[in-house]
């Protein structure tokens, strides 16, 4: 069964009906059939009110979602351009259960409150305390710290990736105590469910690496803050500066200097100069001799990886570019020199929607020039969103008409008309005055009349 609500796709596979009809058996027992498929119905709005919470906590950002209602109750995903923090995590994961409450208290209100019920039939009545019911106790259960309930998912993101076997142990061993309780309380699906969620979260404590110990954190800091001799030190700065300013046989000969000292410059020392080497090679476009480079700089400690995303790019192995760079915006390195080669990759690989979410990400970096290009990108590719959003960053910084109209025609063409008239009157307050380019340009069909002579009159 699959259908789209609010624009939200929807699946229910079969197994849902069975979890309903299981959860409700006493009553089919007690042959109240009636009731029985009240109760089914009653459960599948609830679920799915549950799931619609999520989704539209998760559409605020501008994100699809897909919900699907499975054995286990409901899951809702999403694909998302640029990942989104943890706080973000957290706020969708409430927001689940907390669409169950809302419901529940208006349906309480009602109930207590609106005259005349006791005209309605009987089952309607049995509907609307079971939906109290079911969504009270639906929201408290996935608010229990277990994956992979709602409230599992709130401490995953509240410890974060790096207490990971931490949020497995609390949610496994949370998993056993309540299923001893459900168990002593005649609960057996519930308690069936957090068993499974026990096996599942002890497996994934065993897969997650150990953290490092604080002995171990300190010694990393000790070789990381190994000194670097004056001499050393002076000769590095001569050539990031030789670098910067284009003088690659310059700091090429600085670099090369560091490497023939004696007694050997430290780790660190030795792989920045091949680091610098490589960059200069690059410059030199002598691509081969600086993927060496990086590969001497690779014995000294991890190279630079917009230095090696840099090589892999000139060499042609996008694939390769693509990984090392990723990784490195994944570990939170959001330099211009990782993110640009990036968005290279990306456009060459047609995904024009993630490149420009990721120069907007960085839009603050970027000349004007190269974000307005980007926004032009996206615009030809149909990723209209994230021109608008490109387009309308460099006009708040410069103020520019032709960027708040740029941002107007995008938003028009995403179907956001009454964003669009709002930025096309910025357009016209910054200077813009071309009537006639605006009432013929194609984006701005749909507001064609009344709409768009608020802003500009007909020529």
């Known amino acids: 069964m699959s259908f789209r609500l609010f624009g939200v796709p929807v699946e229910v ?3 849902f009906w069975l979890s309903a009809a299981l959860l409700g058996f006493g009553i089919l027992a007690r042959e109240q059939y009636p009731q029985f498929l009240v109760w089914v119905v009653v459960v599948f709005v609830s679920v799915l009110v549950h799931e619609f919470g999520h989704a539209l906590a998760i559409k605020r950002h501008r994100i699809e979602p897909e919900i699907t209602l499975h054995f286990m109750g409901g899951t809702t995903t999403w694909r998302s351009i640029l ?3 943890r ?3 957290v706020l969708i994961s409430l927001a689940g259960p907390f669409a169950g409450f809302l419901v529940a208290g208006c349906m309480h209100l009602v109930r207590g409150h609106v005259p005349g019920l006791h005209v309605l039939p009987p089952l309607l009545l049995v509907g609307m305390e079971l939906l109290v019911q079911v969504n009270v106790v639906w929201g408290i ?6 994956l992979p309930f709602d409230g599992g998912h709130v401490l995953e993101h509240a410890l974060g990736p790096k207490r990971a076997r931490l949020t497995a142990a609390i949610s496994g061993i949370a998993a056993v105590l309540l299923a001893i309780v459900f168990l002593k309380a005649h609960f057996y699906f519930f308690a069936f469910i957090l068993v499974m969620s026990a096996f599942q979260s002890f497996q994934r404590f065993r897969s997650e690496p150990e953290a490092p110990s604080p002995s171990m954190l300190r010694r990393r ?8 001799p004056m001499e050393t030190a002076l000769l590095l700065h001569r050539a990031r500066r030789a670098l910067e300013d284009e003088r690659a046989d310059e700091a090429l000969a600085l670099a090369s200097e560091v490497l023939a000292q004696a007694p050997e410059p430290p780790k660190r020392a030795l792989r920045e100069a091949h680091e610098l080497i490589g960059w200069s090679r690059l410059l030199l476009g002598d691509t081969a001799q600086a993927a060496d480079a990086v590969a001497q700089a690779r014995k000294h400690g991890e190279p630079d990886p917009a230095l ?3 090589v892999h790019l000139a060499l ?4 390769q570019a693509r990984k090392v760079l990723e990784a490195a915006r994944e570990s939170g390195d959001d330099r211009k020199e990782v993110a640009g080669p990036l968005i290279r990759v990306l456009v060459d690989q047609g995904e024009v929607p993630r490149a420009a979410a990721i120069a907007l990400d960085i839009v603050e970096q ?3 020039d190269d974000a307005r290009r980007m926004a032009e990108i996206a615009f030809e590719h149909g990723a209209f969103d994230w021109s608008a959003r490109l387009y309308e960053a460099v006009f708040r910084r410069v103020g520019t008409s032709e960027d708040a109209y740029g941002a107007a025609r995008a938003s028009a063409k995403d179907g956001n008309l009454e964003r669009a008239l709002e930025l096309l009157k910025h357009a016209v307050e910054a200077g813009f005055s071309d009537g006639a380019r605006a009432w013929s340009d194609s984006a701005f069909e749909a507001l064609r009349g009344a709409a768009l002579e608020t802003v500009l009159p007909r020529p």
């Open 308 to 310: 090696a995303g840099a």
């Open 83 to 85: 990942p989104l923090g």
């Open 13 to 15: 596979q079969l197994g």
């Open 87 to 89: 706080l973000q995590h």
């Open 366 to 368: 970027l000349s004007e």
């Open 141 to 146: 259960l996935n608010l229990i710290p277990v």
């Open 221 to 228: 800091a000790a070789l990381q803050e190994e000194p670097v």
């Open 316 to 319: 042609g192995e996008l694939k």
